[in-house]
């Protein structure tokens, strides 16, 4: 039979056990899901319209940030979130992007953001993937479904830290947003094509 002193001592054992597991399941818990952020300084959101048929007009958003969690190192269950100050958009020549900024178009005093969040992701092949999610522009909510790339993580050797790169591509309809009703498909293309390139630090 044990003495009060063992079964006393048993129990601070037990005590020790369930609190070291607790603290390996927080910990566990804690470093499950990392999180990302956009290096502004090698990150880039542009767009490409087609004018008149015949030629192609190429923009971007100077102004975005981008939010990527995960728990997998393939980031075969990343969840991504964007968001685009309108009024950042750039095409090189200020008059149109004036008018892109007025309610022609994107109404940017109104609706000053872009914003995307991802719904669901499939892989297709090797580090490609099929990410879905809703889409806002202009006031408008729309389901989108767009090709990603992981191209890999290297440790930067200025900062000594994880970087994650992405590439995302896809075509959306302006009409579905209702930006530029007023120019026709022949002046405009209503396909516009969207290509993303990111370089993500891991959060501290």
Known sequence: MLTFAEILNQKLYMKKIITLLAFVAMQTAVFAQSTWKNDKMHSRLQFTVTHLAVSDVDGNFKDFDVTITNTKPDFSDAKFTLTAKVASINTGVDMRDDDLRSDHFFNAAVNPEI???????????????????????????????????????????????NDAGFQLTGVISRSAFNIGGMYPNAMLSDEITIKADGEFALAK
């Open 115 to 161: 914003t995307f969040t991802s719904t669901g992701i499939t892989k297709t092949s090797a580090n490609h993937y099929k990410l879905s999610g809703d889409l806002t522009m202009h006031g408008i909510t729309k389901p989108v479904t767009m090709d990603l790339w992981y191209r890999g993580t290297i440790v930067n050797p200025m900062s000594k830290a």
